[in-house]
């Protein structure tokens, strides 16, 4: 019987461990990750006290009626949000609205009187005039002729002393006829006398103040809010009958909040207005909040012996509403001790979201490779541009402050840009396309 031959099976195993060092060499090869770096500084600061501080809304107001009314419309609701000028609540304006264009009405009619005097007379209205008055005068002619050619006869007593007396009367009736439309006519091509448009005008004004009374207490039936904010209370419903002065709703303004600290009699001497702080959210562990105080107030509590601190904070506004919101807890890094050495570091160089901040450290390698290693810190006291970093850090290291939200230990980068410290906003300058010859 013939044996079936067995044939050598391939070994596949150097395909797969060629497969798995082309893809390590291929990731190797991997093109540098860009970033920009700054050098970290070495600078004096003051000693910082953490204390414990409340979030307050920059503005607070609890907008009423300024008229009497019934509520037709609530247009936002608690939690929306209201531009300045927006509308809140609408009352009922149906009667005076009819007051309104009754109003109007009115001032149409005087306005059209006062057109027509200031237009004067028409043409067509001085010619008929003028030919009323060229009647009369013919009339006035023919009658004194008559009166004359009885005085003739009169004198030969040839007309009765009656009817010259008739004719003598109707003569002048006829003079008097004359001289009335030659006044009217005169009056016509004159026009209107000044004193009459004035008393016009007048009415005119008179009539558009009542107008706009009443265009002004429509406006106050419908309820704005003076400044862009958040609604976060509303004390009425719709169908609620209000007076004036009764609330309607409370707006408060988060674009910018008031981080209000309270601060024990020895420190608040070192705390002065125009000093940038920062200021941790718990609620908020993954950002990073700075602010500068704007008051010391200088009026301590009694029984604490406290001064009230205000810190201007810039808020962060998202689709689900500010990140920051009125009553939140937060802790305020104040500078109130003696001048200190601490190592600076630009605010973007932190990167937040894990359990402790830190920052990404430029190691040099081999020629002009370069890799970053991840450095835990802690962060104390705050400047404009920069923050003080407490842990294994070193003035003249470099950090990444662009491009660092992607990297990871250990991965190589670029310098594709040096950013010169600052710790002003004024002296903050960038040296672009510095770098050490890798680019």
Known sequence: MNQP?????????????????????????????????????????????????????????????????RVVELVVHEGERVAQGGTLAKLLTATIELELAAAQAELDLRNQELAELEAGSRPNEIEQAKAKMLAAKAEMEFGQAQLLRLQQLRKSNSASPEEFELVKSQASQREQV??????????????????????????????????????????????MSRFDGYVVTEHVDEGTWVQSGDPVMEVVALDEVEVYAYVVEQHAAHITPGMTVRVDVPALPDELFTGQITTVIPQADAKARTFPVKIRVPNTITDSGPLLKAG???????????????VMVPKNALVLGGPQPLV???ENGEGNSHSVRPVPIRVGVAMPNLIQAIGPLEAGQLVVVEGNERLRPGQSVRISRVVKPASTPETDQQTEGASDGTD
Not at 29 to 41: D, F, I
């Open 5 to 69: 031959t067995i044939r050598p099976t391939r070994c596949v195993l150097p395909l797969i461990v060629a497969t798995v060092c082309v893809s390590t060499t291929q990731a190797q090869q991997q093109p540098p990750a860009p970033v920009a770096v700054a050098e970290t500084v070495q600078m004096d600061v003051a000693a910082g006290q953490t204390f414990v501080a409340t979030v307050m809304p920059l503005k607070r107001a609890v907008v009423g009626s300024a008229v009497d009314g």
């Open 328 to 342: 939140m807890y937060a802790r305020v890094q104040l500078p109130v001790g003696p001048p200190q050495r601490a």
């Open 178 to 223: 004359y001289l009335e439309l030659k006044a009217a006519y005169d009056l016509m091509v004159e026009g209107p006398r000044t004193e009459r448009i004035a008393q016009a005008r007048a009415q005119v004004a008179f009539q558009q103040a009542m107008v706009d009374r009443i265009q002004d207490r429509i406006k106050k039936y419908t309820i």
């Open 360 to 362: 990404y450290v430029v």
